[in-house]
């Protein structure tokens, strides 16, 4: 069974200080993590997948199997960044399935001035 | 920039009614999903679909819902005899491959 869990459901930052925001999963073979963010009023988006290994708006996040953890970090925290923020897991596009997402409860971040 | 478009956006209905949420995915994409997410609870998978047909549905998805591509474009889930607990939010996704979903707005779903 997939599973993913975001233990923090809100986060409170001050503008410029470093953000982590936790994601853990469950999932026997070898899965493909996301994160995607829902700003106000907006819809979910793609921030980042572990397969791309790239940084974006700032954010990174490296998939560590050996602690089955996919955390999201950014050294410098922006207001803009306060959003709704969710991990997900699929199964992998080279697998049985077919793109299924198994997402946390998501972690609200605010970024105060 | 194309994008996932859902309509209506807002639906109110009554308990035991029959409702069509309509999803226009992104043309060229070939992978569609449904997800729904009921307030204070994550997004739950509902159902995906392929090649005009389901490949994958969640055990919420039993047979009070189904899904149809009648046009080519549209996208489209329904709810035969909606309950209360159908109260959510619906989200259509599409995507070309089976990786990154680019999502609608949404359909708020309030079953009375």
Same mark, same amino acid.
């Given at each position: 069974?997939?599973?993913?869990?975001?233990?923090?459901?809100?986060?409170?930052?001050?503008?410029?200080?470093?953000?982590?925001?936790?994601?853990?999963?469950?999932?026997?073979?070898?899965?493909?993590?996301?994160?995607?963010?829902?700003?106000?009023?907006?819809?979910?988006?793609?921030?980042?997948?572990?397969?791309?290994?790239?940084?974006?708006?700032?954010?990174?996040?490296?998939?560590?199997?050996?602690?089955?953890?996919?955390?999201?970090?950014?050294?410098?925290?922006?207001?803009?960044?306060?959003?709704?923020?969710?991990?997900?897991?699929?199964?992998?596009?080279?697998?049985?399935?077919?793109?299924?997402?198994?997402?946390?409860?998501?972690?609200?971040?605010?970024?105060?001035? | 920039? @194309?994008?996932?478009?859902?309509?209506?956006?807002?639906?109110?209905?009554?308990?035991?009614?029959?409702?069509?949420?309509?999803?226009? @995915?992104?043309?060229?994409?070939?992978? *569609?999903?449904?997800?729904?997410?009921?307030?204070?609870?994550?997004?739950?998978?509902?159902?995906? *679909?392929?090649?005009?047909?389901?490949?994958?549905?969640?055990?919420?998805? !039993? !047979?009070?819902?189904?899904?149809?591509? @009648?046009?080519?474009?549209? *996208?489209?889930?329904?709810?035969?005899?909606?309950?209360?607990?159908?109260?959510?939010?619906?989200?259509?996704?599409?995507?070309?491959?089976? !990786?990154?979903?680019? *999502?609608?707005?949404?359909?708020?779903?309030?079953?009375?």
């Amino acid at each position: 069974a997939q599973r993913v869990t975001q233990p923090e459901k809100l986060l409170s930052v001050f503008k410029g200080a470093p953000v982590e925001l936790k994601c853990n999963y469950s999932y026997s073979g070898s899965p493909e993590l996301f994160w995607y963010v829902q700003y106000s009023r907006q819809r979910l988006q793609l921030l980042l997948r572990h397969i791309s290994r790239e940084s974006i708006k700032g954010f990174t996040a490296d998939l560590n199997k050996g602690e089955t953890s996919f955390h999201l970090k950014k050294p410098f925290a922006q207001e803009e960044d306060s959003a709704m923020y969710y991990c997900a897991l699929s199964g992998g596009a080279g697998g049985t399935s077919y793109g299924k997402l198994t997402f946390g409860q998501g972690t609200i971040l605010t970024v105060h001035p | 920039e @194309p994008e996932v478009t859902q309509t209506p956006s807002h639906q109110v209905t009554q308990m035991g009614q029959e409702v069509i949420l309509r999803c226009v @995915p992104i043309s060229n994409h070939l992978y *569609f999903y449904w997800y729904r997410q009921i307030l204070g609870q994550k997004v739950e998978f509902l159902v995906s *679909f392929y090649n005009n047909e389901i490949s994958e549905k969640s055990e919420i998805f !039993d !047979d009070q819902f189904s899904v149809e591509r @009648p046009d080519g474009s549209n *996208f489209t889930l329904k709810i035969r005899s909606t309950k209360l607990e159908d109260s959510a939010m619906y989200f259509c996704a599409s995507s070309f491959r089976r !990786d990154e979903q680019f *999502f609608g707005p949404g359909t708020r779903l309030t079953v009375l």
